[in-house]
Structures are given as structure tokens and as C-alpha cells.
């Protein structure tokens, strides 16, 4: 481990994990599949809103933090999802058994 990795070697690796993805990067990428594959095929998505792609679901750590209204937005636009539609749903399929916080 003394030996100092040379900048081609270092492209060569970055070249490699590009194509062969390892580590936790890998572990990531499955759960998106699977996490956009349920998405994609939700009865609650709105006709016209477009699929989305594991890559969108990949966790990107330098990400800037989203405050609750611009995470409610984009749910609504982006997934096509409408909150208060899944909440009637949601109430209507546990027949009002829903206890709420205390706000």
C-alpha cells in the first residue's frame, strides 16, 4: 500500500466503476430498480406523468437540503402523484382507523 496510484491508473479505475459499478454504488443502483419500478406502476400516478428512472432515485450526497413544501411540489409534479388524493384513499381503505399527531 506504499506504492501512490499514477493519474492513469486512477482514469483507468474511474473508467472501470463507470462501467462496472461496485461497492455501495451497486447496492444503490437495485434498490432504485426496484424503488422505480413500484413507482412507475402506481394506480395513484396521474396519466400524463412521465416515468421516472432509477437514476433519478439514486441518493446523491452533495444534494442541497429540500424544505417540506418544495418535497410536497415535486411529488405532486414530478411523480404525478396528488396528496389528497392518496390521503381519501388511504383513510376510505382503513375506514378512518388513522390516528393523526397532535400538532
Known amino acids: 500500500m506504499e506504492e ?10 474511474v473508467e472501470f466503476s463507470n462501467r462496472e459499478p461496485f461497492g455501495v ?3 444503490f443502483l437495485g434498490h432504485a430498480i426496484v424503488a422505480a419500478s413500484v413507482i412507475n406502476m402506481s394506480p395513484n400516478r396521474g396519466k400524463k406523468a412521465k416515468a ?35 390521503r381519501r384513499d388511504l383513510e376510505a381503505a382503513f375506514k378512518n382507523r388513522i390516528v393523526y399527531a397532535k400538532k
Open 52 to 86: 421516472i428512472s432509477p437514476k433519478d432515485l439514486i441518493p446523491k450526497f452533495d444534494r442541497p437540503v429540500v424544505t417540506k413544501k418544495k418535497l410536497k411540489e415535486k411529488v405532486e409534479n414530478d411523480l404525478g402523484l396528488d396528496s389528497a388524493r392518496i
Open 4 to 13: 501512490e496510484l499514477t493519474p492513469i491508473q486512477l482514469n483507468e479505475w
Open 25 to 27: 454504488d451497486i447496492d
